[in-house]
């Protein structure tokens, strides 16, 4: 999913869109009644093409596929209800549910999904995300580029069962076939034309009402869900956006986040609106990226000593009002593989002096900009806190360049092929999860052959690791490689993590069993409204 | 009249094209990539290459340029002279997804994928003229009466409390009159709601609850520049030989305020809100995020974020065409209501 910048998610905390929230049973009324939250336009409901949070939201509730993550981020059988794999690990035979229907009323069968997974594959599609979730499959790649008419990795052995052969053993591939690239669309649905997901003919829980463009999107329950059916009637997204809080106080939501502004008032267990406050984890980790391709970062003392000036928990208790969490290492807690015992590089200014002095470059540094992404007229303060920590312990001025989001992408991104190299020296950025493993964070940002390897980060210790993290079988034993891989980039000081994000928000005491996720999983088919 | 008005007309399309070929060309040169704003951090080059070769990116500037003007062909052949090209270029099947600005055909979005440019804008837009004509037409009315007022009791107390008052209230910035009116009329006494948007049945919002609070308060904007125009109109006018004349004759009062005195002040009047009218296809990004308005200001906003080129053209277009309009009707008003003017 989209990664933004710290200063877009300061903004969504303040602005506060893109948020569950709920609304008494009024409407339509009923068993579960309505749930009015905050949304925003998806720029698209397409499962092939979506790639942001926005969108996700909507895809998870309105389609689905072989297999799901429930509140707990296990995957747990979905549209498949159980399935094989071979013992090489290079085969999974999924076993469909039978009865399983699309809104329509017609039943999904392995041949919609053979249909759905060469659908997203063929280069008029043109998805951006197949490569990445289904690319592991046998004949993705060559029907992406255009040289086969079919996936040769997925075989409909009969309607109800499906084959689907890797190319390698990928132990994070069930993880990967929760992401909506790989969930089942209906073939006539979308060969209706080019608007066809303005009436979506989805799987999931619930169905697409209404849509109208910026005001409101209304789902309903989907009665003949294949499995238990939702216990609301109706989500409400209002997309307009709006004053978060004052909705919330006057009626109009029923969940709201709650911004850095508003934090001490509702953290005060005097205020009643404290009984209603949610607090939750995200999965994400925000940290200093250095480019280790150009001094002074190519040294591995300068990138510690940057490491050790950092007071992290100061930061984190004055700037961030506690909000978030110390980060020590690269994986978020509550991901799969999380090691609380990671050893962070802490705060030690003297060692931190030290190890400058050690370095090939002593004294003599060169000039170093630290680059954030942001539109902001003003420096973000936790950009500010760095840059004097910097200054204070080391004893380093270092510039701010701030750059809009648009312009950052461009410029940090490497590509050996072209011999493009990452521009910035030094960045702030933040990295969130995909789906629940530490793959999606230890190998696609550290192992020196990730085209999302900003940094170019390198050590030939960590490729093995993560070579054979990716062939292990053994959870146990794959989240046991990770954190060694991570331990060691700690060490070598790849990143300087800063902290883990949490969300805050107000949930009225009507709605039952709303839990903050941590990612974006179906979650509304659990909820009620009293 | 007539020559006038198509000589205004003639001129149009050119200066169109002018704006539209600068509003292309800095968003071709510029820093930043649709495709990668859509794709985020995780960004494969090979992938942005497919992407950008299957939205005509990858084509040179001329080509990118007039395919969005005159439609982009469906094939791109190769192994045609720079002449054939040229030539197939102008005259062959036009791609279904680029038929070009002279078609109707704004392209479709980069970030909204799938949906056309147009479908994006004209609800967005229709919501926010409607907001901004309200807005408007409160603050006009407003202020033309509260200027009159001052202006017919020039020198006493009143004037300058009027002329100040309402300047105070423009001066509000929206984004403290908004808090502040929301805490007490929705938070405190639950009269109106907070924000959004309700379109109804028609795509008609001006019936609904939702617009008095942001309508109210976007019209405090004109008040204070309407009132000082009309004060000071007013008083070059009430003094004329013409408004002494229609006294002399014996008219009543009532009569040489609105006839003599009120027509002819309108006139300066009549400038501005032309030209404010045109802007209301502008909306606002800050009132429209505040109120949850679904208008065409946030849509800008985040389509020059995103890099959403065929959006911001379709906008830069639409606000440059209703300038245009806007001020040719302004001249054509101006003959009616002071038959002096004649246009030639």
Redesign the interface.
Known sequence: ???FGWALIALLLV?GTACGAATPGGGAGGEGGTLTIFGD?P??L?PA?M??TTSAVYVVELFSGLVTLNRQLQIVPDLAESWQISADGKSYTFKLRKGAMFHSGKEVTANDFKYSFERAAD?KT?S?TS??YLGDIKGVKEK?EGKAKEVSGVKVVDDSTLQIDLDAPRFYFLAKMTYPTSFVVDKENVESG??W?DKPNGTGPFKMKEW????QILLERNASFYMEPAKLNQVKF??????AM??Y????VDVSPVGINDIERIQDTSNPLNREFVVANTLDTWYVGFNVEVPPFDDPKVRQAFNHAVDKSKIVKVVLKDLFQPAKGVIPPGMPGYNPSVKGLDFDPNKAKQLLKESKYGDNLPPITFTIPS?STTVDPVTEAIVEQWKTNLGITVKIQQV????F??DI?R?P??S?KNKYQVYE?G?SA?YPDPQDFVD?LFHSKS??N?GAYSNPKVDELLDKARSESASEQRFRLYQEAEQIIVNDGGWVPLYHGKTYRLVKPKIKDYLSAPMIIPQFKYISVQ | MLAYIIRRLVWTPFVLIAVSFITFTVGHYGPGDPVQVLMGQKNDPEIVDRVRRERGLDRPFWEQYVGYVIGAPKEQPAGMSAVEYVFHFAFSERHPDRQGVIRGDFGESYKFLGQKVSDLIFSRVWVSVQLGSVALGVGVIIGMMLGLAAALNQGRWFDPVIVSGGLFLSSLPVFIVQPLLAFLLSRQLHLLPSSGWDSGVLGLGIFSPKIIMPALILSLGPIGGITRLMRSSTLEVVNQDYVRTARSKGLGERAVRINHIGRNAVLPIFTVVGLSLASLVEGGFISETLFGIPGIGRLAVESFFARDYPVIMAMTLLVAASYIIVNLLIDIGYTFLDPRITLG
């Open positions: 999913m989209k990664r602005v336009d720029p698209t397409d093409l790639s942001d280069p043109n951006h490569d990445t992406l080019r608007s997901t109208k463009k910026g005001e209002l997309l307009a956006g709006g004053s004052t909705m106080e006057n009626n109009e539109s809009e989001w648009a312009t992408l461009v991104k590509d092929l072209k493009k950025l990295w995909d696609i085209l999302d900003n």
